[in-house]
């Protein structure tokens, strides 16, 4: 993310949290906190509890954020950069704000008929491969609850979609044919398939790694009859740093209910 | 090849209640700005650096940035830190715990440093690499804060060592790792049982004494690489301090440690300018001077060994109020027998007659004639205070600096230095952890007899971000103990001028970790100027011989 599409990143969290904008320049922005926002962003949690119990009126703040190393003269306000704290407390609270969802596709009515709407599950998936090192990939998978169809960048798709929470006049849902727990399970091993097929070299570059350490180990204690118990606790932490292991977890996701089109399988 | 994956089931456990209850559901922004969130944190490879562009304030030179690339890529994250004073294996360190930090590799991190230097490394941690590391105050830091920065003393101690070595440490940073090298130690067994997954030991003197330390230390890292004790004792030890199979030691060796001369980092260093200020003794000093060393020839007595006349002459040597501290005390001191009362009392009232300093002003007469910041380093703190006084009586300006100071009292000093003072006076500890680039004059008021203390004073000021060129003045009283250490030894070995950069190793190559102690046997064990003459020459070529070979495990990583 550069700096402009921080600022911009920070402009769009903001309004889509209600809060009014009180300044906005190209780099900088001072908003007035939303009660909810003040609790997640601002840490006084004995504030608002104190406030609760006496029943106060809530004053949440207002929060200055810069997006360019401000100078001498502009001494007021946080500067925000790709490292920034809060940026990365934004990011997550971004994500503790928005973990489900269910959408409706704005659909033109046609006179006098009504519109089917196709469920389908979309899952915003990130697949990291650890072992001592890291390598991360994101899905965006949608499932066709009907007929089982599967489509990856799903998220690429609905963006060119119009989408609302309330479902369109003259519009009805059909009922999904897959439950939404198997259709998770779905995907779930549709992606284990796509671990499966993809170059495993990471994996047992990492074994070699582990094996060569663990031999060293082996080495040094090999005359010790009763083996430390550090010998033991290194032996775990060559496992725990070493072993490869593939970790899957679900973004965010959702029901999105679809006009019926034909979609192509990647 | 079957590989383990783990599905995360927290989303769809929620999921399924959400469509339960009807919602509540996200608004759609938010979803969207959720994934483009998680898409800027997604690491795109297993190989580079994340950290820099987290870290845009800190400004990171290549040879820094090439050793956490190292340590992470070819030492998978378990590296001895070795570079020489100065060249930042404080941020290297840092470097390589943020890198874990953004990759998610490293969560729950413990540091151990001197304790002199916790708030220090708390400080760097959070201002520089905007990483949350907290000091160790209260027992329950351990659990219940994720970085926490720590002296291995109190760490070790109950009732710390039994929470620290039940908690599942991600990274383990140990700086001043030298500390580490005999196994035999309480601390070398408590880091030996903390589980280490990515480990990283700091020193700038990786290698100081004997072979084995060098075992030990890489033993603790990585048990195995140098083999088992017996294989190693049978591999490569030739004697106490000698290598056999040096070649394939080194090699090893360098497969867990990083080391950068100064020479090596291709950074532009400022020259230093190396003055002897040559100071004559007032009569009244000599006086005093000399009925010291009489005192040393005194056979007759028991004063030889419990009357520490080396220190003494030293002390006179700077400042006649240090040498009083002395006396004072030994004649205070309980056991104290009637000779040495006597001579104390004897030597005090020679002090008495003492009515100037000629070193104080040739100091005076020195910073007047200097346009910038001066540093005044001594040993002793008497001095320290008299010169304060002194230089205010001639209207200077000075600052005064101690290692015992707490953190935001050194940094106060800096500020004070830096804003409104002409001169700083630091003792010896107080040279230690700061950092005074804006300052390019040094006087070494008097010298420490160990040259590793004298390459630390400069290197305050004769390091990264020094713009310019650095002068230093070292004040030498004829004909005295003083001189002797100066022309006989530092000045032979060119300790000035050059960036000594692999003096540590010279010591330890020559078996003499404890250099001060020899010269100290010199002094004491020479009947004449002539002996004393000959046995630092033998001191000097000895050092000058280990340095021309030049050779060390350490030095070709980078050549």
């Known amino acids: 993310m550069l700096q402009k599409d921080i600022h911009s990143f920070l402009d769009r969290f903001f309004i889509a949290n209600e809060c009014e904008i009180l300044e906005r320049h190209e780099h900088l922005l001072n908003v007035q906190l939303t009660i909810e926002l003040d609790k997640l962003l601002m840490n006084r949690p004995f504030y608002w509890h104190y406030l609760e119990k006496t029943g106060g009126v809530p004053n949440p703040m207002q929060l200055k954020l810069r997006t360019e190393q401000p100078d001498e003269s502009e001494k007021d306000g946080e500067f925000i950069h790709f490292g920034s704290p809060r940026l990365h407390q934004i990011f997550q609270s971004s994500q503790q704000l928005a973990p489900y969802i269910r959408l409706f596709e704005q659909v033109e009515q046609t006179l006098g008929s009504f519109t089917p709407l196709v469920p389908w599950l979309g899952l915003n998936i990130k697949v990291s491969y650890q072992c001592d090192r890291k390598k991360e990939f994101l899905y965006s998978i949608g499932l066709n609850l009907i007929n089982g169809q599967m489509t990856d960048q799903f998220q690429t798709f609905l963006d060119s979609k119009s989408l609302t929470p309330k479902i369109s ?36 570059d990492a074994r070699k790694r582990w094996a060569e350490d663990e031999e060293l180990l082996e080495h040094f204690y090999q005359d010790v009859e009763d083996k430390p118990e550090y010998y033991h606790v290194e032996k775990s932490a060559l496992k725990e740093l070493y072993e490869p292991t593939v970790y899957v977890k679900i973004i965010n996701g959702g029901m999105f209910y679809l006009s019926d089109q034909k979609m192509i399988l990647h | 090849m079957t590989l383990n994956i783990k599905h995360d089931q927290e989303w769809s456990e929620g999921f399924l209640k959400r469509i339960e209850g009807d919602g509540p559901w996200a608004n759609w922004e938010l979803y969207k700005l959720a994934l483009e969130a998680e898409e800027s944190v997604t690491i795109p490879d297993f190989l580079g650096l994340q950290a820099p562009k987290h870290i845009p304030h800190v400004q990171v030179l290549p040879h820094q940035l090439e050793v956490a690339r190292t340590v992470i890529e070819d030492m998978n994250g378990k590296g001895i830190l070795a570079d020489e004073v100065g060249l930042g294996k404080t941020i290297e360190a840092g470097l ?284 002793y ?43 700083l006076i630091a003792t010896e500890a107080g040279g230690e952890g700061i950092n005074l680039q804006f300052c390019q004059h040094i006087i070494n008021y008097d010298l420490p007899w160990n040259p590793m203390r004298i390459e630390q004073r400069i290197g305050r000021v004769h390091r990264i971000g020094q713009e310019q060129d650095v002068h230093i003045y070292n004040f030498a009283t004829e004909n005295t103990i003083e001189e002797h250490i100066l022309k006989l030894l530092y000045e032979k070995i060119n300790l000035f001028e050059s960036v000594i950069g692999n003096l540590d190793e010279i010591l330890t190559k020559v078996g003499m970790k404890n250099i001060e102690q020899h010269i100290r046997q010199i002094f004491y064990e020479s009947d004449s100027d002539g002996e004393i003459r000959i046995k630092m020459e033998n001191l000097t070529s000895m050092l000058k011989h280990s340095d021309d070979e030049g050779d060390s495990y350490a030095a070709e990583r980078h050549s």
């Open chain 2, 381 to 423: 703190r008497a001095t320290q205070l008299y010169l304060q006084w002194y230089l205010q009586q001639h209207g200077i300006s000075s600052v005064p600096f101690r290692g015992g100071f707490k953190r935001n009292k050194k940094d106060w000093m800096t500020q004070l230095f830096k804003n409104h003072a002409k001169v």
């Open chain 2, 96 to 379: 390589i715990a943020k890198e874990y930090m953004i990759r998610g590799l490293a969560k729950k991190i413990l540091i151990l440093v001197p304790a002199s230097l916790v708030l220090q490394w708390t400080h760097e941690l959070t201002s520089k690499f905007l990483i949350p590391a907290v000091p160790q105050r209260k027992s329950y830091v351990w659990e219940q804060f994720d970085v926490v920065v720590s002296s291995i003393d109190t760490a070790k101690r109950s009732p710390h060592r039994e929470i620290v070595l039940e908690q599942d440490y991600d990274l383990i940073i140990i700086d001043e790792a030298h500390k580490l090298k005999n196994k035999k130690t309480k601390n070398y067994d408590f880091v030996q049982r903390l589980k280490k997954k990515y480990c990283l030991l700091l020193t700038a003197t990786p290698i100081q004494n004997k072979i084995e330390e060098v075992f030990n230390l890489v033993s603790l890292l990585k048990p195995g690489h140098l083999g088992n004790e017996e294989y190693f004792d049978e591999a490569y030890r030739s004697g106490r301090y000698n290598v056999q199979n040096e070649e394939k030691l080194k090699q090893l060796i360098n497969k867990v440690m990083v080391r950068n001369r100064r020479e090596d980092t291709g950074l532009k260093w400022p020259k230093r300018f190396v003055k002897t200020i040559p100071i004559t003794l007032s009569p009244a000093e000599r006086e005093l001077y000399e009925s010291i060393t009489e005192v040393k020839k005194d056979q007759s007595t028991v004063l030889q060994h419990s009357f520490s006349t080396i220190t003494l002459q030293r002390e006179v040597c700077s400042s006649r109020e240090a040498a009083f501290l002395t006396l004072k005390a030994m004649s205070e001191r309980e056991e104290t027998n009637s000779a040495i009362r006597e001579t104390s009392l004897y030597l005090m009232r020679k002090i008495e007659n003492v009515d100037r300093n000629s070193k104080a002003e040739k100091a005076l007469e020195l910073i007047k004639n200097i346009d910038g910041k001066v540093i005044i380093f001594t040993e």
């Open chain 1, 169 to 204: 006049d003259y519009c009805y849902t059909m009922s999904p044919l897959i439950r939404p727990m198997s259709g998770i399970k779905r995907v779930e091993q549709y992606i284990d398939s796509v671990i499966e097929q993809d170059d495993p070299q990471w994996a047992i």
